[in-house]
């Protein structure tokens, strides 16, 4: 891994022929102070939307020290480089293997589940461990989100009610938790979810010891302008507030998006220009997964090493290298009328599942990963040209 001053510097220096990945520490650092500092409780960094190992070394140097993970490669990850983090496995189905090894291996504790056959299986694996930390997934709308996640996971409020009361019996503590979707552009989304589990609390009478109010939490794309941040916690905290609990529960988040977005970016190579059709060498079945599955639009800059790029912008979309025609990111994307074969975008965003969601489809696949010490395209944490800081964290 090469260190640049900047994505031009590095395209210059290297001419890249495969698409190249851009890491942003700075932006991690910006991102993990920001979350500690504001958010009322423990942050628990989503493993996966982004592994990468200079990522999560970056959080835990900046202080992000408890991980939500969804297997056991991901708390085998963890543990290798920090074996004094706090691991939670909030996945809510799991291999028995996974529970065992997890457990016994790693001290894991935590464990998610919403169904009355998973809460089966971890007492069994485990042997009715009586240090367990157990995680009730209640439904919660998705509503408000880009991403639904509310049809795979979560029990309902008439089978949270039964689960509440044996999880409550089994654990050593016992918590709730509920996911709004991701990338969710509305805090009233907590309140509704928060809300709801209140009506779970009295008709079971059960207590949590901790609420974990998941993800969700919004970064800013060129076409999505989520509300300041501190306006999801007031929710949060409000929305507690109004149950009028006896005892206040521990609150934990797991943010993905909203702590490694900005610190990462795909450089990629226009290969062909066809009108408002732009062919590179990287899409769908690499690191632009969400430009063409939920149709997210990135930020984007040209970079072009022999024009100067013309002052008109004009929406492009893209095809990616595949020759799958689902390899299609329609965007728009706005660059200068001038680009053309052979000159260079910097994607924006793409810190958050970016490197995640690569596969080796047709044989197209990049590994080349670079240190950039410059500014994100857009930024929720920088003050800059794209987007006002002040009226976010207002």
């Not at 991701?182 to 009295?202: E, L």
């Amino acid at each position: 891994m090469a260190k640049f001053q900047c994505v031009d510097e590095l395209v210059k220096a290297l001419h890249p022929i495969d698409p190249v990945y851009c890491l942003r520490k700075k932006s991690l650092k910006l991102a993990a102070n920001w979350f500690k500092n504001n958010f009322p409780g423990d942050v628990l960094y989503a493993i996966k939307c982004n592994p990468a190992d200079l990522v999560i070394k970056s959080l835990i140097k900046y202080g992000i020290s408890h991980f939500d993970a969804a297997s056991i490669d991901e708390i085998k990850l963890i543990k290798k480089i920090s074996p004094s983090s706090t691991i939670y496995f909030m996945h809510p189905v799991k291999k028995e293997s996974s529970i065992r090894e997890a457990y016994f291996s790693y001290g894991v504790k935590a464990y998610s589940y919403d169904s009355k056959e998973e809460l089966e299986k971890i007492l069994k694996v485990t042997k009715n461990a009586n240090d367990l930390e157990l995680f009730l997934r209640i439904q919660a709308s998705n509503e408000h989100a880009e991403i639904d996640l509310s049809k795979k996971f979560g029990a309902n409020n008439n089978e949270a009610i039964t689960l509440a009361r044996v999880g409550r019996l089994k654990s050593k503590l016992f918590a709730f938790s509920f996911h709004v979707g991701s990338q969710c552009m509305h805090p009233i989304a907590y309140t509704k979810a928060i809300r709801n589990m209140g009506n779970i609390i009295k008709k079971s009478n059960i207590f949590p010891d901790i609420i974990n109010v998941g993800g969700g939490f919004p970064t800013t794309y060129p076409d999505l302008y989520p509300q300041p941040i501190k306006n999801y916690f007031k929710e949060i905290k409000n929305a507690i507030k109004k149950l009028n609990l006896k005892k206040e529960p521990k609150l934990i988040c797991e943010p993905g998006r909203a702590l490694v977005a900005e610190s990462g970016s795909t450089i990629v190579k226009i290969e062909l220009k066809k009108k408002q059709n732009l062919y590179i060498n990287d899409g769908t079945y690499g690191s632009l997964f969400d430009a063409g599955t939920p149709k997210f639009i990135f930020p984007t800059k040209a970079i072009q090493i022999e024009n100067i790029p013309s002052k008109r912008l004009i929406p492009y979309s893209f095809y990616g290298p595949t020759c799958d025609g689902l390899d299609y990111m329609k965007g728009p994307f706005m660059l200068p009328s001038n680009i053309k074969t052979g000159d260079y975008i910097e994607i924006g965003q793409l810190g958050a599942y970016g490197m995640s969601f690569r596969t080796n489809f047709n044989g197209f696949y990049s590994n080349q990963i670079h240190e950039i010490n410059d500014k994100p395209i857009m930024s929720i944490y920088e003050a800059d040209d794209n987007y006002n800081i002040k009226t976010l964290f207002a």
